[in-house]
């Protein structure tokens, strides 16, 4: 199914794989990267979603994606925004606005009453755009805690003033003597890793709530759908 606008002709698809290509193209140029806006991350998320919303995957004159899931008159991003950071159309961040106006449009067409979405980065083109249209409502969401690292570990406590600094080394010691062979290792996600992973969250009660069956069944195919893509860090004590 396609529509052709005044710009840019969109065509409707049910899953990633069949715009793989076009999603590898427009990841290419999408500036701002991450696992979230890849086409496997949407993969993963469509086999192993619970709820009873309809895949909408829109092709953008085969330069962009939207990739929307139908929940009654809604559009909502796919990826799930429990465990998506962030959230995007993707494509050139150029042609996001024209794109933007295109969806709208072609949204009125079918009768669709609203575009709900959610984890959209500040850093975004589609943020901005939306700050200038009319009849938007546009709420601050948990944010993704971000910080600048020091350039070493010298130059992190030599901002520390005395009394925390010493404290510090103290603390420091007293792991190291409880834990002589402690290590911190990174790796390729496996399904070994991701269910010692799951395990661990298990521990916890509001992680274990969190865990539904499909939420479960989403991690352990981890490794299944990003390979390479995934990673853990683990330390072992």
Known sequence: RYYT???LMIKIHQNPTEIASIW???????????????????ELYLT???DQSIPCFLSI????????????????FSGNKE???????IGSSDKKSVAWDEIITWAKTQQYENLILNNVSEKS???????????????????????????????YTSTLD??????????IRKFEAAYPN????????????IQTLLHLMKLNPQKAQFLSTSMEKFFSLIPEYLGSLAYITQVVI
């Open 125 to 155: 083109s589609s943020y901005s755009h939306f700050l200038t249209q009319k009849n938007v409502t546009i709420i601050q969401d948990d944010t993704t805690p971000n910080m600048q690292l020091p350039e070493s570990w010298d130059t």
């Open 83 to 89: 465990i998506s950071d962030y959230l995007d159309i």
């Open 48 to 50: 192993t979603r619970s």
């Open 162 to 171: 005395r009394k925390n600094r010493h404290e510090l080394k103290r603390k």
């Open 61 to 76: 004159d085969d330069t962009m994606i939207a990739p929307f899931m139908l929940e009654g008159k809604s559009l909502i």
């Open 182 to 193: 402690v290590s911190v290792e990174t790796s390729v996600a496996t399904d070994a890793t």
């Open 5 to 7: 606008g005044s710009d």
């Open 24 to 42: 590898d193209s427009a990841y290419a140029v999408e500036e701002h990267k991450s696992p979230f806006l890849g086409g496997s991350w949407h």
